[in-house]
Structures are given as C-alpha cells and as structure tokens.
C-alpha cells in the first residue's frame, strides 16, 4: 500500500516533532521530509513531491504565505495550516493563496491526534489547481447578472442559513463579495473552525464584500445586510423573537459549531422564510438542519461536487432527498439575488 507523503514546515523544531510524532502513529502516512522556513519548502516540495504539506505561517528567510503562492504556482500540493492564534486573520489569507484548511498549535498534540491525522488523510486527496481561488472562480468575473425584478419567487421577510466546513473560507468570500450592501436579508453562517478563530475569519472577509460581517453576539437583533458568524467555542440559534442567542456544547458535540442546531433553530423561527445552504465540508453536519427546513417549507440548497473542495456535507444532505437545488458557488450567489430581487454587487460584475 502507497502511504501519503507528508511535508512537515515549520521554524520551530519542537513543533516538527511533534507533528512528526503524532503522523508516526498511522501506518498509512510517512514524513518525507521537513523545512524550518517557506524557501526551504517551496524547494522540498519540488524535490522531494509530497502529496501534502503542513505549513507554518511565521517563519524566517521566507514566511507561510510567500511560501503557499510560490507552492500553489509551481506544484500545486494540498497544503493545511498549522498556526497560532496571533495569526488568524493571516492564516485565512493563506486560504486565499490556496491553503485548503488550518488548525492551531494548541490543537496539534498526542490526544487530538485522531482528528489530526484524519484531516492530514483526507486533504491530501483533494485534488488542488494552480490557484485554489481558480475552482471557484475568485475575484473573476460573474458568468451573468441575475434578474433585477421582483419576481414571482421572491418572498420578503427571507433568512439565509449557511452550513460549512473544509473549504468553506473561500467559498464564504465568493458568496459575500458576490451580494450586494443592502442585501435584503441576514445571513447566519455556521462555519466548522478553531476556537478563537472567528473573529479572524470575520476580519479577513470583511474586505472583501460590501455587507456587514460580525461576529454573532448574545441577544442581537437581525439585520438585513449583516452576516453573522457563529464563534466555535458555542452553538449559535435563532429564538422566536428573531434574536441570536447561544447554547453550549456538549462533550459529545463533535462539530464546532453545529451546523444543525443553527439550521434547525432558523426553520421553527422562520418557517417558510428559511434559507438553507450547504457548503463543501466533511462529514454529515447539516442535514438535519436542511431536513427542518425543508419540511417547514423553506428553500434548501447544496453546493454540487465541481465547486466543492470536500464533497460531504453537500452530499449527504443531496442523498438524503430534502435539498431542492445544487448549484455551483457562483449559481449559489445568483440564487440568493433571485429570491431578493436584487442585483448582485456591481463591483463583483464589473
């Protein structure tokens, strides 16, 4: 059996170690080699063909994201981000450079190393271009504007829902970059990450659209136009009274945060207003939360397998029968201006 082909990078040797240590436990993975800054890896990787990197962001000579460009551009690999907290907003800068996904530090030791390992196993398969952004069609130009009537679909009052996991990062910014100020409806966004990772997140996708992206926040009230984060550390919900509120996690919980109680909570909330979105990610969170609201009437829709960086979650939820639309992320964008009646952000068109 070929075992995957791991490239460890990262200035600190303790950290490589660990990181060594931790992917020696699976008989299915080998460290090929490692580099202690991004030039050295950008040379191992032409050298030594890796079928996946872990890459530092901090680093001397040359740093993570020089490096992940550099990558991306020679020999495309699948590159996860092991990084610190202090680097957040940058790390989500690597995703856009083509980094597939990150972890922090404090998440890479011996009792976590399940989780790590699977992660390391299932990106390395991911089969990445020259520029991740490429798949999506990041920063290119939208293929048509949608209809600027209102038209016979179009209900008022809507609430978007989103579900995402491994990929997600990108494809939220071609999403947000996508819809306009004034959009006439909140998006609530349940997005698997890292503790203390959201606010980074937030930071690195504010930029990059017109509407408003925040961090949710106990008791406040929705907005049309606003996107609200879920941090991880807490499960975010919908009451009746249209407030955001959050409930705590359960040891069992393994999805932070669920995908499923925030889906479930906007349908009882919203009925036949909801708006269900799931985005590219593994495993199955989500697909109760689609279920709930298509069963209350509400619109359901998965990202389909071309534009998915990890088709699982979407998957699923089309198996399971309860989504009504599979679009690619850029039909996805024009979906939601169709059931508004509103034009996609002119900057995105132009």
């Given amino acids: 059996m070929q075992k995957t082909r791991v490239l460890i990078v ?12 931790i992917l020696s436990t699976d008989d299915e993975l080998a460290v090929v080699g490692e580099a202690g800054n991004g030039r050295e890896a950008v040379e191992k990787n032409m050298e030594l063909k890796p079928d996946i990197i872990t890459m530092d962001i901090e680093m001397p000579v040359m740093n993570g994201l020089d490096a992940i460009e550099k990558i991306m551009a020679i020999r495309a690999v699948p590159i996860l981000v092991v990084t610190t907290y202090g680097d957040a907003k940058v790390a989500f800068a690597a995703i856009s450079k083509g980094a597939l996904d990150l972890v922090v530090k404090p998440d890479v030791n011996i009792e976590a190393a399940g989780e790590f390992i699977k992660k390391i196993k299932m990106l390395s398969k991911v089969r990445v271009f020259t520029h991740i952004a490429g798949k999506f069609g990041t920063a290119q130009k939208p293929p048509e504007s949608p209809p600027s009537g209102i038209g016979s679909e179009v209900l ?17 910014s071609v999403i947000l970059s996508m819809l306009p100020e004034k959009y006439p409806c909140p998006l609530l ?23 408003k ?52 909570s906007v349908a009882d909330a919203f009925g036949n207003k909801s708006v269900g979105i799931i985005l590219t990610g593994m495993g199955n969170d989500g697909v109760m939360g689609i279920k709930r609201i298509k069963e209350a009437g509400g619109l359901t829709i998965a990202q389909d397998e071309k534009t998915s960086v990890i088709f699982g979650m979407p998957k699923v939820a089309i198996e399971s029968g309860f989504v009504d639309k599979v679009l690619s992320i850029e039909n996805i964008c024009r979906e939601l201006a169709k ?10 068109a132009s």
């Fill in 189 to 211: 966004i349940a997005q698997h990450i890292s503790e203390g990772f959201a606010k980074g997140m937030v930071e690195w996708l504010g930029p990059l659209t017109k509407m």
């Fill in 156 to 172: 008022a009052g809507r609430v978007v829902a989103i579900a995402s996991s491994t990929g997600g990062p990108d494809a939220l």
């Fill in 339 to 348: 059931i508004t009646g509103v034009q996609r952000n002119a900057a995105s």
């Fill in 213 to 264: 992206v925040k961090v949710a926040e106990e008791g406040e009230m929705l907005v049309a136009g606003t996107a609200y984060v879920s941090p991880s550390e807490r499960h975010m919900v919908v009451r009746g009274s249209k407030r955001i509120s959050f409930i705590d996690r359960r040891p069992a919980d393994i999805y932070r945060p669920s995908c499923d109680i925030l889906l479930s």
């Fill in 10 to 21: 990262d200035d600190s040797l303790l950290v490589r170690d660990l990181i060594k240590a």
